[in-house]
């Protein structure tokens, strides 16, 4: 999964919120087991590097990966956890030189990437018009999340990420509420709801509470989703084409990714269109 990514970055302080492989030691491409399936072309056990990661823990694939059977490695994003376990964590000390050190790193990295998820969220969440109301709280959240992650291995490694979500999703979800809220006329409520396959080609979708929905292979060509909430939403394979998603809340680039799209797609200024589109 590592693979000098160059998409804009979000930021919270002086921390990058997207993924910098130049600076992790492909934590992606080594922590996490996958499958052979439509995602990926081989079985690889946890803890255990893709024998397409160098030495130098840079992809050897990286710009054939899609071709080679890869596409789950695209759309992945750490959120910039990998570089921070990486260089702050453990203070540039890597798994291949320093092999004392990966058992705790890799027990580390999954539950910062969730940690850095949820402040990509939170700095989001600022961001979003007529949200002032709970900036104060909102803040207060993001400043909780990121002294965790600045703790040491051992108590980064026990954080219950869980509890961290619990805390956080209902300011997320209010946050949200009072940026929909301004839109006009009835907003549509499809949280969670298995739209897997729909045909929603030119559908109004202002506004829209898309949190957690199923929009795999979704027919979205040219709909409207200003200010629709795509928290947590499946995206893979829907179909953007020419889809307004230029003030969209709470999308992420690696939605982008696993979508498919074209030049007529409008995308957040924030976030870039996919060079497989």
């Not at 939170?122 to 109301?133: D, G, N, R, S, V």
Request: aromatic fraction near 6%; proline fraction near 6%.
């Amino acid at each position: 999964m590592s693979g000098n990514h160059t998409h804009p970055t979000a930021t919270t302080g002086q921390r990058t919120l997207r993924a910098d492989c130049a600076n992790c030691f492909g934590l992606c491409c080594t922590v996490p087991a996958f499958s052979a399936s439509a995602d990926f072309a081989i079985d690889k056990p946890a803890g255990t590097p893709c024998p397409n990661l160098r030495t130098d823990h840079r992809c050897g694939i990286h710009t054939t990966l899609r071709q080679r059977g890869f596409p789950g490695c695209t759309v992945y994003d750490c959120f910039g956890a990998g570089q921070h376990v990486s260089q702050v964590t453990f203070t540039g000390h890597d798994w291949r030189t320093s092999p004392e050190t990966a058992k705790k790193m890799f027990a580390v990295f999954p539950v910062m990437r969730d940690l850095h998820e949820l402040l990509w969220y939170l700095t989001e969440a600022l961001t979003l018009p007529h949200t002032t109301p709970i900036h104060d709280a909102l803040t207060q959240a993001r400043d909780t999340i990121e002294t965790l992650t600045n703790e040491t291995p051992e108590t980064i490694a026990r954080t219950d990420v869980m509890t961290q979500r619990m805390n956080v999703n209902p300011l997320l979800q209010k946050a949200s509420e009072l940026a929909r809220a301004t839109t006009p006329g009835p907003r549509k409520d499809h949280r969670g709801a298995d739209l897997i396959g729909a045909k929603l080609k030119g559908a109004d979708l202002t506004g829209a509470n898309l949190r957690g929905a199923y929009l795999i292979g979704t027919d979205l060509r040219g709909a409207n989703l200003t200010m629709a909430d795509l928290t947590g939403a499946d995206t893979r394979g829907s179909d953007l084409r020419g889809a307004d998603l230029s003030r969209t809340i709470f999308l992420t680039q690696a939605q982008l990714d696993a979508a498919k799209g074209d030049t007529t797609t409008k995308v957040p200024t924030t976030l870039t269109h996919p060079t497989h589109w």
